[in-house]
């Protein structure tokens, strides 16, 4: 198995070191910045802009976080990259210029967010814009198609399984997509304790939270996983927020 320690030696900020979106937006520079700064690793989303290039967004629809009715696949990166985030300087940023931001100072866990029969491209993409990165990254998805595609290209980098649940129906779907040899979990901190993370965790595959958003959260994630990804806290100071 690949080294993957870089991906649980420290905790995990979701979306960067945003404070909530008052005037430190999620997925964007600042909020990036803000994290290497306390030396946490980033997690962060990457959608496909129009002209076939990853940008860090979360949402399908850009009016939560722009102001702008329309669908973030419309635009094009360039386009984008003109598109204020929350009214603030931020911009939304392609991943080639996250990547220029990062310098390998920590760690990013990278999450694709894909769109089932229109991501043709998509994983080769984000692989391409890294293949000269000099700095640990993981990948991770809910969309398995995703994960498979990116283990069909011998991705250099660990590829993990986004999941959440706790029946067994579930746990099936779970297995299916670690049995392509998906090398770690980001599961969800209210499914926990579960017995497939039991059973995974028991097989030597490393499990990240999300989101943990309180130090009883991160006590309790403690318990059952390897690491958390977390917001509105300072796992450094657990008794102060952001």
């Known amino acids: 198995m690949r080294d993957m320690a870089f991906l649980t030696s420290r905790p995990i900020a979701h979306r960067g070191l945003h404070d909530g979106n008052k005037a430190v937006w999620e997925n964007t520079l600042s909020a990036f910045e803000r994290a290497i700064e306390a030396g ?3 997690e962060c989303d990457l959608q496909y802009a129009a002209d076939a290039v ?27 990259s003109l598109t204020s985030v929350g009214g603030t300087k931020d911009k939304v940023a392609s991943l080639k210029v996250l990547l220029r931001l990062v310098k390998g100072r920590v760690p990013l866990v990278l999450e694709l967010k894909g769109r089932d029969g229109d991501d043709e491209g998509f994983a080769s993409s984000v692989l391409e814009v890294l ?3 000099d700095g640990d990254v993981a990948l991770m998805s809910f969309d398995t198609w995703l994960l498979k595609e990116l283990k069909e290209l011998e991705s250099p980098f660990p590829v993990g399984l986004t999941a959440e649940g706790r029946e067994e129906g579930q746990f099936r779907g779970h297995r299916e997509a670690m049995a392509w040899g998906l090398d770690f979990i980001s599961y969800s901190i209210s499914d926990l304790p579960n017995a497939f993370i039991a059973s995974e965790r028991e097989r030597g595959i490393p499990v990240i939270t999300w989101t943990v958003r309180s130090p009883k959260q991160a ?24």
């Open 40 to 42: 946490f690793a980033i």
């Open 54 to 80: 990853p940008v860090v967004f979360h949402d399908d629809d850009m009016k939560r976080l722009c102001n702008i009715g329309a669908d973030i696949r419309t635009k094009t990166s360039a386009e984008l």
């Open 131 to 133: 293949e000269d990165y």
């Open 219 to 242: 006590a309790h994630s403690a318990a059952n996983a390897d690491q958390i990804t977390f917001e509105g806290f300072d796992p450094r100071h657990s008794e102060t927020g952001l």
